[in-house]
């Protein structure tokens, strides 16, 4: 099964997300806009996994998450990877205290001491917004989002989900497994 950790986010922010497109898509073709309804902050991808590693990735998460109280996030500003001049990403830019990164860097450990590999660049929370593909007036596109303003109200996040993807013609499909609350009671370490 095709498993990822991740943050869920408030169906306001999926309107909100929704608006570069429906705003500046018509400024430019070649761009994959993503569908806001499947979006949301990802901490960590573990790929095709086997279910015998399960009750591993889920003690895993409890102790990860029970290290770290609730906290808030904000929506702000948004950007491209890997740079204005060679855009392949737009993104929505996330705010949040240093303890999304901690949990973040927490939930990487707890992964790794189960045999996944380290995440290879600095986490840099965002949501993706579109892909390039092959762009037609790109440049303008990109000069319109990096001047867009985009903004929400803040977010609590209460709780890490272990996240099934499940591929198709049509698109992902995603599914919680299991949900973790944050601060709740965690096993002791290994």
């Known amino acids: 099964m095709r498993l990822f950790i991740a943050i869920d986010l408030p169906d306001d922010w999926r309107r909100i997300l929704a608006q570069p497109e429906q705003s500046i898509g018509w400024l430019g073709r070649g761009v994959k806009w993503v569908d806001p309804r499947g979006t949301h902050l990802t901490l960590k991808f573990?790929?095709?996994?086997?279910?015998?590693?399960?009750?591993?990735?889920?003690?895993g998460l409890l102790r990860a998450c029970g290290e770290f109280a609730p906290f808030t996030i904000h929506l702000r500003g948004t950007g491209v990877f890997p740079d204005a001049k060679r855009p392949r990403v737009y993104w929505a830019g996330i705010e949040g205290p240093s303890s999304l990164l901690q949990l973040q860097a927490?939930?990487?450990?707890?992964?790794?001491?189960?045999?996944?590999?380290?995440?290879e660049r600095e986490f840099r929370p965002h949501l993706t917004l579109a892909r390039i593909k092959d762009p037609i007036g790109k440049q303008r596109m990109t000069d319109a989002l990096l001047n867009y303003s985009l903004e929400s109200e803040p977010a609590e996040v209460s709780?890490?989900?272990?996240?099934?993807?499940?591929?198709s013609s049509e698109g992902a499909r995603y599914e919680a497994i299991w949900?973790?609350?944050?601060?709740?009671?965690?096993?002791?370490?290994?």
Do not use: N, Y
């Open 46 to 59: 573990l790929g095709e996994v086997d279910e015998k590693l399960l009750p591993g990735i889920h003690t």
């Open 106 to 119: 927490r939930v990487d450990s707890e992964m790794q001491r189960l045999g996944f590999p380290a995440e």
């Open 159 to 167: 709780e890490v989900l272990l996240m099934r993807s499940h591929l």
């Open 179 to 190: 949900r973790c609350a944050l601060g709740g009671d965690a096993p002791p370490s290994a």
